[in-house]
């Protein structure tokens, strides 16, 4: 069965700072492109960052661009989301998602692709 563990979500105030986990069982993250995907309440979920699996390419959403970085280490078999300055509007359910066999600009924009999804972990942003 496959499945993600996420961790490093919680409480953080505006313009601290959160490092988001992901971790794959059941297969190897080095095949597949991965993202983060966020759903505030009442809201769609969206595309955060995304990150190739073939050149290392990567897609901000332009609401996280100069804030966000993705990364992934394969020999750890993780990706992580670190968040800086973050913002009352970043609060939601943070979800990793793997896939392929597309763009990352297609699978963080129109979540072309994705094969797996994580459970999600809760970010809230609040004084």
């Known amino acids: 069965q496959f499945q993600f563990v996420e961790s490093g979500g919680g409480l953080v105030q505006p313009g601290g700072s959160l490092r988001l986990s992901c971790a794959p069982s059941g297969f190897t993250l080095d095949l597949y492109a991965v993202g983060w995907f966020r759903q505030a309440p009442g809201k769609e979920r969206e595309g955060v960052s995304c990150i190739s699996d073939e050149d290392g390419s990567t897609y901000y959403a332009d609401s996280v661009k100069g804030r966000f970085t993705i990364s992934r280490d394969n020999a750890e078999n993780t990706v992580y989301l670190q968040m800086n300055s973050l913002k009352p509007e970043d609060t939601g359910v943070y979800y990793c998602?793997?896939?392929?066999?597309?763009?990352?600009?297609?699978?963080?924009?129109?979540?072309?692709?994705?094969?797996?999804w994580g459970q999600g972990t809760q970010v809230t942003v609040s004084s």
């Open positions: 998602a793997a896939g392929g066999m597309t763009t990352v600009q297609a699978m963080c924009a129109m979540k072309i692709g994705i094969a797996y």
